[in-house]
């Protein structure tokens, strides 16, 4: 069993930075991609970006240049480093596994992107 704890959110200015991380238990981490979703009051959930199990990534046109997402398979974790944050970035971030039989989600955490 997969388990995801997401840490990291919290209260931002406009133009600051954030990093969150992803930790995940059992042995199977490193051969999966993993993915940062997010989710804002009102709105579905949506994708962010992605990274391999060889480390390369991909990210929503909305992020690009701005978040960077990076994997530490010695330590089951994934991050992604937010800059330039906007309020528009406010949302419940949520990190993904996925498996070719299944998906597992962290919990979430609360970015809140406010002067």
């Known amino acids: 069993q997969v388990q995801l704890v997401e840490s990291g959110g919290g209260l931002v200015q406009p133009g600051g930075s954030l990093r969150l991380s992803c930790a995940a238990s059992?042995?199977?981490?490193?051969?999966?991609?993993m993915a940062w979703y997010r989710q804002a009051p009102g709105k579905e959930r949506e994708w962010v970006g992605s990274?391999?199990?060889?480390?390369?990534?991909v990210y929503a046109d909305s992020v690009k240049g701005r978040f960077t997402i990076s994997r530490e398979n010695a330590k089951n974790t994934v991050y992604v480093h937010m800059n330039s944050l906007k309020p528009e970035d406010t949302a419940v971030y949520y990190c993904k596994l996925a498996t070719p039989v299944r998906e597992y989600w962290g919990q979430g955490t609360q970015v809140i992107v406010s002067s």
């Open positions: 990274t391999r199990s060889d480390g390369s990534t």
């Open positions: 059992g042995s199977i981490f490193s051969i999966y991609p």
